[in-house]
């Protein structure tokens, strides 16, 4: 093993160099007769409390990480310790680390292992009899800071190595609690927070309270730069802030409720949030506040967030964005992150000018609260097409104008809803008087037709911008980006919608002026209008679109941007990925200025794009139910396999996805159309990325003939249909046992149409099932049948599209909910959410099934190879954010280890489990034990139950070979008799 490698590093002597004293403790290690300790999947963030607790006590310690004995097992010799203490074991690090430590104990008779407190992954080593479980190091480690911290390797010494020495008790550490960066007390007491802060001058009496939730190691540990940082820039622009820390969902469901936050920052590291006792969203939608999402990197440091067009690290996207999406939160904009980092050692700091901007974000939705809707400004953006003409029917709607929604026909249902609401509105147009007034005054002109510039000017009552105002704004600009946009479209004001006047030359920005609410296109990505460059990274936005968005800011000063449809390009610019800096164009662009986006349900990979590119809270709508309008069944597969491959961090899944991609895109001909040419069945991200634009080319070549309009019910008619798509084939089988298909003809026709005239009947009719039928049904066309019914009341929420917005302009908490075509999600409905990308119903996919299966079959090979048998029962830790990560690879391993695989519907949903048989699975079924965290339960109740049934049917599989699931099955109900 290398003691002094980077991935692997003897900290008592070089982490302590990282903390001053290297000299000191260099002596100490070899003036002591003290062996190192090690310590195995220790917090990250405990790392220099260790460090320096081993410094101050002279006792040696060295760090070690799991996934990195997972990836190199020989190169740990266990025997060099006396003592090991372990926490967090991901992976399949619990077996190798049980097999390397029976086999060094065999030898030698050490290291003694000792948990460091409770997880579920340690019960591997428990099993094996090399865990120790001591009350006394559970509570230093749980109490933590420097001083548990030294009392531990004190008590580590003295009592589990025997080796004697003063013992001091842990001290006693809040589980929950207020914080504030000038007081060294936690109060565990609203009240006497609040007490606290008047009396030191904190407390702002008459303005809002924002809560901040943290994690308690951040405070335990000392890592509070980041989170003090947010917390002094809040009380500048004097606004209340509690800080708060919880063991519980219950306990902070009560300390929320009891603060009345106006808003909710998060920097934990979970989703609490939707613990039982917190009662998830709900509890969120009746709190009202917005959930804020600041973000200090765990995974990367400042240098490579400032350098790298990423932005965040795979970790930190998962951590910060995924997990936290799925509560709805808004606003991931960075505020700090490493200073440095090695295996294990993690110093955050924040980065102010990220502070100052998340802060004016976060106040600018107060502001939404606060000010009366009369006095509100808000700025709708829709978009307008028109590369070789188009005229009123490329305006606003369709598909790369607003993907099946009808703004035309929407925006004056919204309008009369906002004068409802008291938002000042001097006119409402018709839906033919709003299309005249966008082709009169409110489209986009080429700089090749100067004379309908000039009519849109002396007509159209555009804004005129003096090319001297613009050069201000645009001289505001980093260097690098200024640099940039002369490169591509030369010395301001560029050529498009330049109008010159009294030899004075303006840019014009075309909009229509109703009052407080404007409505306007959003601007060309280029001199030639063409749709291309829509999703162009490396285009810098050209200089009148740069002044339309200042213009907003500036001059108009709206209050809330609604960008009216899927999708625009302001989140398609360049640079990073997520985690925006004040060079990328998103954040310039969008400002201080709250972003609502309303988006087509089943557009989900551009719909996290827009969340983290353009701090977007989207607000969702239906897809219109045309069974013919955009992708086919066999394309939209491929395009879910796209998003999917966009989403994962590079490894074995990724490939997997390239694979499956190249072998759809061939069978499909595309390979082909698009003249690609795959390297050994592999396709590049290139080639990769150049499918998916095609594939949205095919998307919007066919507008259905009725486009969606916000917040309206489709015709129930077609709506009958729509349901009977979302039921599917397993709907129309059931139906098939009650109504006998005719032997020849159309089996599949002739069950859709008696299938669509029992929903029809049921949903319209309003008819029970005991009408529609005269026998009794079988169960599983009843529980179809309630399903319809359910997804009916679902679909009759649609006002919530309308709701919901008008929500956010209120600057309330939008709701979240899943995204999808309803007929491969349907949970994805009722609309009116602010979506996210998870589809639990498709886990595990096909490609992490095969992932999976792929690293069972390794795993018990290695088995088979060192102790010549296969193990009995495998332990497994199912963690949400991970599933989100992998898409079921775990889960894969697990059915596979049963006996078990997925059954996929024609949508790619595993809606089923079935037996694998014995004969083809050539191996006893194996046992599995199961621990799943809240994050897990609360996100994927589906794959529980999924998982459940295929235990089930491991046991209860009738067979005579050895089966460990049945034998342990049998045990445990024996074991549980035998209590009573």
Known sequence: MKRFGFR?????????????????????????????????????????????????????????????????????????????????????????????????REKTGRPKVVSLDYRDTQKTLEKAGVLIYDEEVRKYW?????????????????????????????????????????????????????????????????????????QQSFWVTGQTDVIDAVIREFERRRINVATLFVDTAERLRRML??????????????TIVTGPGMKGVNALQELGAPYLNPIAMLGTTLDEWREGPMGLSYHDISLHIILQEVTGAIEPIVTGGLVAKTSSYRVQKP??????????????????????????????????????????SAIARGSPTGAYLNAPRSIPILLRRLKEEGYILNYIPTEEELLEMMMERGRNIGPWAKGELKDLVEKGDPILIPVERYM????????????????????????????????????????????????????????????????????PPPHQYIAFYFWLQKEFKADVVIHFGTHGSLELMPLKEAGLSSYDWGDILIGNIPHLYIWIIDNLGEATIAKRRSYAALVDHLVPPIVNAGLSGELKELNSDIEK????EPGLLKEQYRKTIAEKAQKLRIVEDLHLTPKEGRLSDKEIKRISEYLEEIYHEKTPVRLHVLGRLPEKELLVSYIVSILGNRFLDHLSKVIPPPKRGDRR?????????????????????????????????RADLDFAKNLWERFLKVGSEIDNLIIGLKGRYIPPGPGGDPIRNPSAVPTGRNMFAVNPEEIPTKQAWEIGKMLVDQMLKRKLKEGGRYPRKVGFDLNGMETMRHLGVTEAQILYLLGVQPVWDENGLVLDVRLIPREKLGRPRIDVFIAAGGIYRNNFPSRM??????????AEAKEEEENYVREGTAEIKRKLAEKG
Do not use: C
Request: glycine share 8%.
């Open 8 to 104: 692997h590093i003897s900290f008592a002597l070089i982490g302590a160099a990282l903390i001053g004293g290297a000299a000191l403790l260099y002596y100490l290690m070899k003036a002591s007769k003290d062996e190192p300790i090690a310590f195995v999947g220790a917090w990250d963030r405990a790392v220099p409390l260790l460090l320096k607790a081993s410094q101050e006590t002279g006792i040696p310690i060295e760090i070690i990480r799991p996934s990195d004995v997972s990836e190199s097992p020989e190169k740990f010799d266990f025997t060099r310790y006396p003592l090991v203490f372990v926490l967090n074991l991901g992976g399949n690090s619990p077996f190798i680390l049980r097999d390397l430590f029976v086999k060094s």
């Open 142 to 214: 749980r109490y933590n800071g420097l001083v548990n911290m030294k009392r531990l390797l004190r008590y580590a010494r003295a009592k589990l190595l025997g080796r004697g020495g003063k013992v001091e008790p842990p001290v006693v550490i809040p589980d929950y609690g207020f914080y504030h960066p000038e007081s060294e007390k936690i109060f565990q007491s609203y009240s006497e927070y609040i007490k606290w802060l008047k009396e030191k001058g904190h407390l702002f009496e008459g303005r809002p309270t924002i809560a901040f939730m943290m």
């Open 257 to 270: 409720f009891e603060v009345k936050p106006r808003l909710i920052l998060t920097q934990t590291h979970g």
């Open 351 to 392: 980065i102010d000018e990220r502070v100052r901007r998340f802060a004016d974000r976060a106040v600018a939705w107060l502001k939404l609260q606060e000010k009366p809707n009369s006095q509100k400004r808000i700025a709708i953006i829709y978009y307008s097409k028109f590369e070789g003409g188009g005229g009123k």
């Open 472 to 539: 201000k704004w645009f001289e505001k600009l980093p260097p690098e980006n200024r640099k940039a946009v002369i490169d591509r479209f030369g010395e301001p004001p560029g050529r498009i919608m330049v109008y010159e006047k009294d030899g004075k030359r303006y840019i014009v920005i075309p909009r229509i002026d109703l009052g407080n609410v404007i409505l306007a296109p959003q601007p060309e990505r280029g001199e030639s209008f063409s749709v291309e460059l829509l999703h162009a990274r490396d285009v």
């Open 645 to 648: 491959f966009n989403m994962l």
């Open 749 to 781: 026709a002739f069950l859709r149409a008696k299938g669509e005239e029992i929903v029809r009947k049921l949903l319209l009719e309003k008819l029970p099932p005991g009408r529609i039928f005269p026998e009794e049904i079988p169960k599983e066309l």
């Open 945 to 954: 139950e999924l998982l459940d049934k295929a235990v089930r049917l491991a």
